[in-house]
């Protein structure tokens, strides 16, 4: 009898011996698992090394990893379409960030984060104080940024900034 570890392999070389030809076959084929098991286990170890100390080689020199990013500013005037007046306290919404007209219908509305390839950002303007400075109608449309021209970028991942006019002509409720 022969110790492999926890297993025992039974040797027998006498034909008329069934019993103990199928244990050895059992011990054998409980072997090669044991085998096998230890292999993977050990090539999962190296790789996992393997695979660290690449990733910290590579970290080490000039490499970069992130996001491109931009500021999209955009800018415009407010107004009815029927007067040509400047609408107070509309309300803008674009990308999760909103802001309100001023007296003269001016308002500025600024994305951080936007991806600097072929930036379009829905943009929605919600007239909210109701019959204050008149009733008009909501609009929902899109700001497309065409070819823009970026500045004060730090020449890594941030490209900079770049602003738009957008100026909306609002039709009064009926």
């Excluded at 008329?16 to 230890?38: P, S």
Aim: proline letters at 4%; hydrophobic letters at 35%; one cysteine or more.
């Amino acid at each position: 009898m022969l110790k492999f570890g926890r297993l025992e392999k039974f040797e027998t070389f006498k034909s008329d011996q069934g019993a103990n030809k199928i244990k050895c076959n059992t011990c054998i084929r409980n072997f090669m698992r044991i085998v096998e098991l230890k292999f993977l286990k050990a090539y999962n170890k190296i790789l996992a090394i393997l695979l660290t100390c690449l990733g910290f080689a590579v970290s080490c020199g000039k490499m970069e990893y992130g996001t491109p990013t931009a500021k999209f500013i955009v800018k415009g005037k407010v107004e009815s379409s029927e007067t040509n007046q400047p609408i107070q306290n509309i309300r803008v919404y674009m990308q999760g960030d909103s802001t309100s007209t001023d007296s003269a219908g001016h308002y500025q509305i600024i994305n951080s984060n936007g991806f600097p390839e072929n930036p379009t950002f829905p943009i929605r303007f919600i007239d909210l104080d109701g019959n204050l400075h008149g009733e008009f109608n909501n609009l929902d449309t899109v700001v497309e940024f065409k070819n823009p021209q970026f500045t004060n970028g730090d020449g890594h991942w941030y490209n900079g900034e770049t602003s738009k006019e957008f100026n909306i002509q609002l039709k009064p409720k009926k």
